[in-house]
Antibody
Framework: QVQLVQSGAEVKKPGAAVKLSCKASGYTFTSYYLHWVRQAPGQGLEWMGRINPSGGSTSYAQNFQGRLTMTRDTSTSTVYMELSSLRSEDTALYYC???????????WGQGTLVTVSS | QSALTQPPSASGSPGQSVTISCAGTSSDVGGYNFVSWYQQHPGKAPKLMIYEVIKRPSGVPDRFSGSKSGNTASLTVSGLQPEDEADYYCSSFAGDKRVFGGGTKLTVL
């Protein structure tokens, strides 16, 4: 069965960077894009960007240009999301999600809580 | 890319129908038949309910249906059940980007 297992919660200081992981299993890793979506406390879903595990190409939302980097390791079927220059507004639950070409997300990770606090 | 526009709340009594709208632009909702809807219960990850405007994944009750007209998509929940109380989010393909709506809290009275 398809599973996306994310790394554990993080606490970071403003200005620091955080790197989260999302390990995929149960399907061919290189056949589907993986996306990152975040949800601030009590707020809605926000698309951050995606990576094509086959080749590594990326696309990021304009809000995160310059601060966001997505990478992948095909040997372990894992994608990584690094967000730098953290501020308090980046405190959120971060999800990875498997995406189809037609834009929908059929499987989601369990989410990773990132808290940014001095 | 601006967020899609959803009403913040909707409600209905058990057995009734409720429709949630999702307004976008010709660059997202109106430009592609690639709108999806997600249900999220508190403390849980979102769950895919509708994809490609009208399609239902296996296991999603046929009480849930989707439609689109121009730049606005809609999710209709018929025969409301208590377990349908949740937050609902629309999402659209937008070229190499994706965009979500702000979410609608559905209350079953």
């Amino acid at each position: 069965q398809v599973q996306l297992v994310q790394s554990g919660a993080e606490v970071k200081k403003p200005g620091a960077a955080v790197k989260l992981s999302c390990k995929a299993s149960g399907y061919t890793f290189t056949s589907y894009y993986l996306h990152w979506v975040r949800q601030a406390p009590g707020q809605g879903l926000e698309w951050m960007g995606r990576i094509n595990p086959s080749g590594g190409s990326t696309s990021y939302a304009q809000n995160f240009q310059g601060r966001l980097t997505m990478t992948r390791d095909t040997s372990t079927s894992t994608v990584y999301m690094e967000l730098s220059s953290l501020r308090s507004e980046d405190t959120a639950l971060y999800y990875c999600a498997r995406g189809y070409n037609s834009g929908y997300f059929d499987y989601w990770g369990q989410g990773t809580l990132v808290t940014v606090s001095s | 890319q601006s967020a899609l526009t959803q009403p913040p709340s909707a409600s209905g009594s058990p057995g009734q129908s409720v429709t949630i709208s999702c307004a976008g632009t010709s660059s997202d909702v109106g430009g592609y038949n690639f709108v999806s809807w997600y249900q999220q219960h508190p403390g849980k990850a979102p769950k895919l309910m509708i994809y490609e405007v009208i399609k239902r994944p296996s296991g999603v009750p046929d009480r849930f249906s989707g439609s689109k007209s121009g730049n606005t998509a809609s999710l209709t929940v018929s025969g409301l059940q208590p377990e349908d109380e949740a937050d609902y989010y629309c999402s659209s393909f937008a070229g190499d980007k994706r965009v979500f709506g702000g979410g609608t809290k559905l209350t079953v009275l």
